[in-house]
């Protein structure tokens, strides 16, 4: 009997190193973005005419500064990745296949937040496609790209690991834009961001219109397209969107602007602890107060539409808050996709900023 049980014990030990390697090496593989299937990887695609791909800037250096810079420049290394409806898995792809996928697609871009992995990226951006295209089987196929950018966590404090990735999401912002002037096609683009993800769409919107951030500008490229973008939860400083702000050439390439806000995410209320350590001291997150709008041109306030989501998300800060919401995932789909609601439901209370 106790010869057995020592048996017994030591195949248990063997069972659970085996367990414990299979383990390391599937994470490993996640986070390098190969062999990456998601857990919602199960549910049936319903649109195999759309596309989905997840475009990463990780393993990418800070493009050189220079007066100006071409976007096929600020795109070369980007790591492609195709998600294949049928199969439902990820495959390795190149950019080269992105550029030549077909011009017929509607384009969406999702932009994630901070403290997201390269293997969460992928689920991520998986989640957020799937609830956007839920229940529009009859609509025209889209382009749904996912932009991985590095936002894994670097230090175990939060705000000083929070300023290391609000630096990066200028350069992060000005590939994007390269990736932006190369989409095929090109005839409709929609782009939603969450949290520090607003804040890199913002920063390539300002370069495709002409701006200058990090003393880099963008070669101009085919003509000028229109974006049509919703930020919910947006970290970036509430005035940076204004004329003669950080991002204020932003509006010239904006055709509309949805801001879902909340008054009660008790992240976004420390933002200003981003520029010291107390954060009354420092500026407003917009997607915390909210944009002002007084010195926007008539022609601008008609671009911008901002709601109130502090009554159905709360206090929190997470991105699936929103994108599980019915009230919120209507505003996102009809501020990226109009054409795609008949009959939105915009139960969210009107945001009404005065400053």
């Excluded at 782009?191 to 890199?200: C, E, K, P, R, T």
């Excluded at 709601?307 to 009230?327: C, D, E, L, M, T």
Aim: net charge neutral.
């Amino acid at each position: 009997m106790i010869q057995s049980d020592t048996k017994g014990k030591r195949t248990l030990k063997y069972c659970l190193v085996f367990c414990l390697l299979i383990s390391c090496t599937t994470i490993a593989q996640a986070e390098d973005g190969s062999g990456v299937n998601c857990p919602e990887s199960q549910a049936t695609d319903a649109r195999l005419h759309d596309e989905v791909w997840l475009l990463s800037c990780r393993s990418l250096a800070c493009p050189e500064q220079g007066p100006s810079i071409d976007a096929e420049t600020l795109t070369e290394g980007l790591a492609a990745w195709k998600y294949n409806l049928s199969d439902q898995q990820w495959d390795r792809s190149k950019m080269l296949d992105f550029l030549h996928s077909s011009e017929d697609c509607q384009t969406v871009v999702w932009v994630h937040g901070n403290l997201t992995t390269a293997s969460e990226a992928f689920a991520t951006g998986l989640t957020v496609y799937r609830q956007l295209v839920r229940d529009t089987e009859i609509h025209p196929p889209i382009r749904f790209i996912i932009w991985s950018w590095p936002a894994s966590k670097i230090l175990s404090r939060p705000v000083p690991d929070a300023r290391i990735k609000a630096a990066r999401t200028t350069w992060a912002g000005i590939r994007l834009a390269g990736m932006l002037q190369q989409i095929p096609g090109h005839k409709s683009v929609g782009l939603i961001g969450f949290s520090f993800g607003a804040q890199v769409v913002s920063a390539a919107l300002e370069i495709i219109a002409g701006g200058e951030l990090n003393h880099t500008k963008i070669v101009p490229q085919g003509d000028r397209v229109s974006y049509r973008v919703t930020f919910f939860a947006a970290a970036l400083d509430s005035y940076w969107l204004l004329p003669d702000r950080r991002f204020g050439k932003a509006f010239d390439v904006i055709d509309s602007l949805t801001l879902i806000n909340n008054y009660c995410d008790w992240v976004l209320k420390h933002y200003g602890k981003l520029y010291c350590h107390c954060a009354r001291r420092g500026p407003s997150a917009l997607g915390y107060t909210g944009l002002p709008e007084g010195n926007f041109s008539r022609e601008q306030k008609e671009k911008i539409r901002q709601f109130n989501a502090s009554g159905s998300v709360g206090k929190q800060h997470a991105w699936r808050a929103y994108i599980q919401n019915r009230s919120t995932m209507d505003l996102i789909r009809e501020g990226t996709l109009p054409d795609w609601q008949d009959n939105p439901k915009q139960t969210l209370q009107v945001s009404t900023v005065s400053q």
